[in-house]
């Protein structure tokens, strides 16, 4: 039995080293064959240097250099269609996923799960406007979403190598991990974990970039806000109709003025501040289409070092 665990790696010096030990230090591992694929995302430090010693000492460690800096999402995929294990397990390198919960997933996929979701029992370690954030974006995602996510799931989870197939047949290039795991669907179960601090450096992600992460996973996952901008058009059409209706007959029966220059700016200033989000969001979405058109690889591999019994590109 195979399992293969899937670490993107950027700017990672610190951490890189501490994982690979604390994973082969893992005794209840030790029945499983366990494989490493680091893919490292186009780091300007050490990172790459430490993970090729680690290839060269460990046959099990597989290392994958992107030419440049592509994302998590895209390392994530090019893990998936590097590893070899009869399941695959992607994690964080800083070891806030512990290696002591891998034992417990693999024992519910023997169970005869497809998925296993490791779920943070809590956010407590994180800020309390993060916290309260992505709270806010999975409540949104799945009200408005054809796929539900798993709150407090992250991409730490294990897949079965059937489930791992079809992610790596979709088409798309663009993808949002977190939503694509879900739709995927198969036999999930899910097992509850605390999250640990990390054991070294610092978080890459910062609010801008998790902002870009929540527009691409409700554009990936629904056309809902399309759809409500077409609903607020239609009313803001019905106000105005009626609205019109009322300020004739008031003229008629009241002799009342229309009030002129202030409140025809109001309407202005309104119905463009409307039409230009309404673009906003359309062009979210002919990005994408553009983007996808193109077909553009997802990533460029500079070199694959390590490993044995590699498939993949």
């Not at 597989?62 to 994690?91: C, H, Q, W």
């Not at 979405?285 to 553009?296: F, L, P, S, T, W």
Request: glycine share 8%.
């Amino acid at each position: 039995m195979k399992v293969s665990l899937i670490v993107p790696v950027f700017n990672e010096e610190q951490a890189i080293n501490l994982f690979y030990q604390a994973v082969r230090r893992e005794l209840k591992l030790d029945p499983c064959e366990v494989e490493i694929v680091f893919i490292n995302d186009g780091s300007t430090d050490q990172t790459a240097e430490q993970a090729k010693a680690l290839a060269q000492v460990d046959e099990q460690v597989l290392l994958i250099n992107f030419s440049r800096n592509f994302g998590k999402e895209p390392a994530l995929f090019a893990g998936l269609e590097y590893a070899t294990g009869d399941a695959v397990i992607p994690m964080d390198v800083d070891l806030q996923d512990p290696i002591s919960v891998i034992p417990r997933l693999i024992t519910e996929w023997q169970k005869g799960a497809d998925v296993v979701l490791a779920k943070r029992r809590n956010r407590d370690s994180d800020s309390y406007l993060k916290r309260h954030s992505a709270s806010l974006f999975y409540h949104l995602l799945n009200r408005i979403s054809y796929t539900r996510i798993e709150e407090n799931v992250g991409d730490f989870r294990l897949m079965d190598r059937k489930v791992v197939n079809v992610i790596r047949a979709l088409p798309e290039h663009q993808l949002f991990m977190k939503g694509v795991l879900s739709w995927a669907g198969f036999t999930t179960a899910v097992v509850e974990y605390e999250r640990a601090g990390r054991v070294a450096g610092s978080s890459k992600f910062n609010g801008w970039k998790l902002w870009n992460l929540a527009l691409e996973g409700i554009t990936s996952f629904s056309t809902v806000p399309l759809r409500l901008w077409t609903y607020i058009g239609g009313g803001i059409s019905i106000f105005a109709v009626l609205y019109a209706v009322y300020m004739v007959l008031d003229k008629i029966f009241f002799g009342n003025n229309v009030p002129g220059y202030p409140s025809l700016m109001t309407a202005i200033l309104f119905l463009g501040g409307v039409q230009l989000i309404g673009i906003g969001i359309l062009g979210e979405y002919v990005g994408r289409i553009y983007i996808e058109a193109k077909h553009r690889p997802r990533y460029v591999v500079k070199d694959v070092i390590g490993g044995k019994d590699r498939v993949g590109l």
